[in-house]
Nanobody, 120 residues
Framework: QVALVESGGGLVQAGGSLRLSCAAS????????MAWYRQAPGKQREFVAR???????YYDDSVKGRFTISRDNAKNTASLQMNSLKPEDTAVYYC??????????????WGQGTQVTVSS
């Protein structure tokens, strides 16, 4: 089993910054990718950013140029630096990972989520 634990959420004014972190632990051989999703009240969960083990990153258009994803493969951690935050960025942010375990099985995992609130 693998656990993903997020941290770093909070309340910030529009234009401000926050940094989210995600730490993966457990039965891990390697992590194919680590990603961030978010879910605003009354809306479906949506993709925010993803980074492969090789360092390739992908972003939703709504956050390009404002958010930056990073990874530390050795520590099985990922971060999301969020700058120039807007009220519409308010959501619960979830860490997501595609993990190869020690038995070489591939599984997807989700964290419990961390609240980000951006006030206008």
């Amino acid at each position: 089993q693998v656990a993903l634990v997020e941290s770093g959420g909070g309340l910030v004014q529009a234009g401000g910054s926050l940094r989210l972190s995600c730490a993966a632990s457990g039965n891990i051989y390697n992590i194919n990718y680590m990603a961030w999703y978010r879910q605003a009240p009354g809306k479906q969960r949506e993709f925010v950013a993803r980074m492969s083990s090789g360092g390739s990153s992908y972003y939703d258009d709504s956050v390009k140029g404002r958010f930056t994803i990073s990874r530390d493969n050795a520590k099985n951690t990922a971060s999301l630096q969020m700058n120039s935050l807007k009220p519409e960025d308010t959501a619960v942010y979830y860490c997501n990972a595609l993990v190869v375990n020690l038995e070489r099985r591939l599984s997807e995992y989700w964290g419990q989520g961390t609240q980000v609130t951006v006030s206008s």
